[in-house]
Nanobody
Framework: QVQLVQSGGGLAQAGGSLRLSCAVS????????LGWYRQTPGQEREQREA??????????NYADSAKGRFTISRDDAKRTVYLQMNDLRPEDTAVYYC?????????????WGQGTRVTISS
């Protein structure tokens, strides 16, 4: 079992910045991918939007809405993944979740953080 504990987030004004952190209980060198997802009111869990992901090899991918504003990074020594969010907009308001995919035995399994609320005021 892998635990992910999130911190950061909260309330910010449009144009401001926030940083989310996600501490992982297992070595990041073993991950398949890490990512940040967000869920807005009315969305089901399965509809969470992938905001940013990073692979074991360090390749990053961003949603169009996040490109140029958000940066995903990881610190393997601290087993922590970050999401730096700049130039925030009211439409970024959501609950943000980190997700880690590991190979467990022969299966890929996804583990989720507890979620962090981000609210952006105009």
């Amino acid at each position: 079992q892998v635990q992910l504990v999130q911190s950061g987030g909260g309330l910010a004004q449009a144009g401001g910045s926030l940083r989310l952190s996600c501490a992982v209980s297992r070595s990041l060198r073993e991950i398949i991918t890490l990512g940040w997802y967000r869920q807005t009111p009315g969305q089901e869990r399965e509809q969470r939007e992938a905001v940013a992901t990073i692979t074991n090899g360090g390749r990053t991918n961003y949603a169009d809405s996040a490109k140029g504003r958000f940066t995903i990074s990881r610190d393997d020594a601290k087993r922590t993944v970050y999401l730096q969010m700049n130039d925030l907009r009211p439409e970024d308001t959501a609950v943000y979740y980190c997700k880690a995919i590991y190979l467990v035995d022969v299966d890929m399994r996804a583990f989720w953080g507890q979620g962090t609320r981000v609210t952006i005021s105009s």
